[in-house]
């Protein structure tokens, strides 16, 4: 971006802040530079700020019954975390996951709260279970969540260990799941590979019912989240939402 | 006026030992602990004492060139925010944001 201005404008300017040691020319020849460098600056400034307020919570956080015992995985809209247990009555890992403070607006919040009132009402062992919910110091929402330990559909896929039985015997167990929270009319809407956890015994288990909603016979669905490549045709349309959409 | 507060945060931070850690089950920092918990780079925390260095200077003779790096340079603001701010004309500001900075560098640089 050229900015052009008069030697009589930059004299001017001089004048109007009262250097007269700085010569005119000295400031023509380093506009671009100026630009670049205060580019650079304020880029970097921006970075060192954003990292300096990277909100994490930190290991040994306590909420609830539960320590914070490390990160699981960070998301747009939230962050998940595995948690032990530490009242002594037994040994307990969870997963907690925290609303991303930068998003308390009331349409987040709602989300969250949709969140938690679907997974409590969804009770199928290929459904990640809601334990209990609540909010920190600061008003931040929590969910903690039966932690599944294993690795996503897309990993798994991905290796050589998965043969065609295996996919199939996959595929049926998800659209159980699915044809369950169908029944409690539940829509997943976000349904993926990475949103899908094969745990021990090779156990599935569907995540993040974060955006799903509930059917109602005059809604018309109109997607406010959901990850572009996985969503059918109808996503892209004002339409409503079916059952047939998670399929 | 908020981008004087900004400037006023970040220059602070700059000189302030990191002296408080987050505590233990605080997740949140709250506002007046901002200044001490901030942690700069050594080279950032140099070029931000600079240039404030010099906008003092700038600011006896002419407040108007002053504000309006406070807003674009030290809270970020828009041209068109930064006119509101100031009281000027966008191109006006867009003249002088750009004069100033040249100014700013070609001082910083010598």
């Known amino acids: ?50 990292n300096n307020f990277d909100f994490s919570l930190p290991t040994g956080f306590v909420i609830g019954k539960f320590e914070i015992v490390e990160v699981i995985g960070k998301g747009g809209m939230s962050s998940v975390y595995l948690a032990k247990r ?17 998003l308390l607006s009331q349409k987040h919040k709602s989300h969250f709260e949709t969140e938690r009132q679907i997974l409590a009402r969804l009770n199928h062992p290929n459904i990640s279970k809601i334990l209990d919910g609540g909010l920190i110091k600061g008003g931040i929402p929590y969910l903690i969540m039966e ?17 065609l039985n295996d996919r199939i015997d996959i595929f049926k167990r998800i659209c159980e799941a699915v044809r369950h929270a169908h029944g409690q009319l539940i829509l997943h809407r976000d349904l993926k590979p990475s949103n899908v956890i094969l745990g021990e015994e090779r156990r599935v288990k569907l995540l993040d019912f974060g955006i799903g909603g509930f059917i109602d016979e005059s809604q018309i669905g109109y997607s406010e989240g959901g990850t572009i490549r996985y969503l059918p045709p109808e996503h892209f349309t004002l339409q409503e939402y079916s059952v047939r959409s998670d399929i | 006026m908020a981008s004087k507060a900004i400037r006023q945060i970040l220059i602070n931070a700059c000189d302030k030992k990191r002296t408080k850690k987050r505590g233990e089950n605080e997740p949140l920092i709250p506002i007046e ?16 004492k600079n240039i404030d260095q ?21 809270a970020g603001l828009t041209i068109e925010e930064t006119a509101k701010v100031v009281g000027t004309s966008p191109s006006s500001v867009k003249r002088s944001w750009h004069m100033a900075r040249t100014w700013l560098y070609s001082k910083l640089s010598a």
Not at chain 1, 89 to 99: G, M, R, T
Not at chain 1, 148 to 160: A, H, M, P, Q, R
Not at chain 2, 54 to 74: D, N, S
């Open chain 1, 1 to 50: 971006m050229e900015e052009y201005f008069s030697i009589e404008e930059w004299n001017q300017f001089l004048k109007d802040i009262g250097d007269s040691s700085t010569h005119v020319n000295v400031l023509i020849d380093n506009q671009e530079k100026a630009s670049i460098t205060f580019q650079r600056i304020q880029e970097e400034l921006q970075n060192e700020l954003t």
């Open chain 1, 86 to 102: 530490i009242d002594g009555l037994f040994d307990q890992e969870v997963a907690i996951k925290l609303l991303a403070p930068e």
């Open chain 1, 147 to 163: 932690y599944v330990n294993g690795i996503t559909l897309e990993n798994y896929l991905d290796s050589n260990e998965c043969t």
């Open chain 2, 33 to 48: 602990d901002v200044e001490e918990t901030l942690v700069f780079t050594d080279q950032m925390a140099d070029s931000l």
């Open chain 2, 54 to 74: 010099l906008l003092k200077a700038l600011e006896v003779k002419q407040p108007t060139y002053g504000k309006i790096i406070e807003c674009r340079f030290f």
